[in-house]
């Protein structure tokens, strides 16, 4: 910086000032009477000559034009592209709540237990009615989840369709309870979990049917001909014509099945027709048909409408229905799907959903949550003697599948 030594001052004190040449520019600015407006100049020899004003502005004025440069300026903003203040300005995208697609009537998965299961896991719940069932063998994803009856599992699992279940992650599973731990169609408990089940019996208007002991011949009285409905799938017809006779379907030899469908083209004489279950209940609820054979949610419906019918279960025995979850081989979320059924299998959430439904299900320490007119309904929550009578659908073999081909050809279809 520059500054005025004693032989300088002394100038200034006397109203006169003497510069020496060396200092006729300063720092780079150029020379003091290039500055305009800052002093008056007067040439003398070779020294400048200022009054002692003009001196001291323009001492001042350089000072602030050495201070100014020196000082540092901030840094300019930075300049963004649109394209990266649009990124800045909007917040990281989340990643989108996991989604569960699950084939099953909603019934059967209460909408307050799906909303706990939401709220427990942040996992968003989409079901499916499967009114028919579509192809769990097509390979595009569509279900993570499905409940289907047991007689689908041979299908599913040849076409492999099936992703293995894996029950060490389903922790509940373990408190199912026998007969239902090894299901006939997957023994080792590789591809499913069973849920719910129950029977196929037998249902009798009282205001016309007095009989004491209801059995299966009842199916083929010839006193209540006309009356007398019979479902639409082979398989049912076939199983009471067996059971008439002391069998059943899946155990039962070639003599058997030759008397049983010899009773079957007997009753033709008889049977008032074979109809969807939806038609056989409407038929029993008004009243113009008497006696069928049918599962027991449906006949609960029926009984509804009609007080006169009354369901029973043979004390022969009677073929059981079983439903079960299973996780189709092309699901998007299978861990998902476990974490579901796992939830589903708690005591009480399981007990919940068999109150709702009338319907007995397959963890045995669920009996403590259920209702009491539940557990004292002898056709809905069997004996364990009365079970011990009654058998899950099992394997057929390829002469039993020839015979109902042939005989839903013949009754079915005519």
């Not at 009054?51 to 323009?58: G, I, K, T």
């Not at 894996?166 to 007969?179: H, L």
């Not at 009996?367 to 058998?391: F, G, H, K, V, W």
């Not at 394997?395 to 020839?402: K, V």
Request: charged letters at 20%; glycine letters at 4%; proline letters at 8%.
């Amino acid at each position: 910086m520059f500054s005025l030594n004693r032989n300088t001052r002394n100038h200034v004190r006397k109203g006169r000032l003497r510069v020496p040449a060396v200092y006729r520019s300063f720092s780079g600015f150029g020379r003091a009477d290039d500055i305009p407006g800052v002093c008056r100049v007067v040439r003398k020899s070779r020294l400048l000559v200022l009054s002692p004003v003009s001196l001291l502005a323009a001492f001042v004025a350089v000072l602030i034009l050495i201070t100014g440069c020196s000082r540092q300026e901030p840094p300019p903003p930075p300049i963004y592209t649109m394209q990266e203040q649009t990124e800045e300005s909007q917040p990281a995208e989340q990643p989108a709540p996991p989604i569960l697609t699950i084939l099953c009537r909603s019934e059967y998965i209460p909408e307050a237990l799906v909303a706990d299961f939401t709220a427990q896991t942040g996992i968003t719940v989409v079901t499916a009615d499967p009114a028919d069932y579509p192809d769990l063998t097509a390979a595009d994803g569509s279900y993570d989840l499905a409940l289907v009856d047991s007689l689908w599992l041979p299908l599913l699992i040849d076409e492999g369709a099936l992703a293995e279940i894996d029950r060490p992650a389903i922790p509940n599973s373990a408190a199912i309870s026998q007969p239902f731990s090894a299901v006939p169609f997957d023994p080792d408990g590789t591809f499913c979990i069973p849920f719910l089940w129950g029977t196929f019996g037998i249902v009798v208007n009282r205001s016309v049917v007095t009989d004491t002991n209801i059995e299966w011949e009842i199916l083929f009285d010839h006193r209540f001909s006309g009356k007398i409905d019979m479902p639409d799938d082979v398989r049912l017809p076939l199983e009471a014509a067996l059971r008439s006779l002391g069998a059943s379907l899946g155990e039962a030899d070639t003599d058997a099945l030759n008397r049983a469908t010899d009773l079957l083209y007997e009753q033709r004489k008889t049977v008032r027709g074979y109809f969807q279950i939806p038609e056989i209940i409407d038929h029993l609820a008004e009243g113009s048909s008497y006696i069928s054979c049918i599962d027991n949610p449906s006949a609960f419906l029926a009984i509804k409408s009609n007080s006169a019918l009354e369901y029973i279960v043979p004390a022969s025995g009677a073929p059981l229905w079983l439903l079960v979850w299973v996780i189709p081989a092309t699901s998007e979320n299978p861990g998902d799907a476990r974490s579901f059924i796992d939830f589903f299998l708690a005591p009480g959430r399981i007990a919940a959903v068999s109150n709702a439904n009338r319907v007995a299900n397959a963890i045995v320490d669920s009996r403590p949550y259920l209702d009491d007119t539940l557990i004292n309904t002898a056709m809905i929550i069997l004996s364990d003697d009365m079970l011990a009578r009654c058998r899950l659908p099992e394997p057929i073999d390829l002469e039993t599948e020839n015979l109902m081909m042939r005989l839903r050809d013949d009754f079915m279809f005519k």
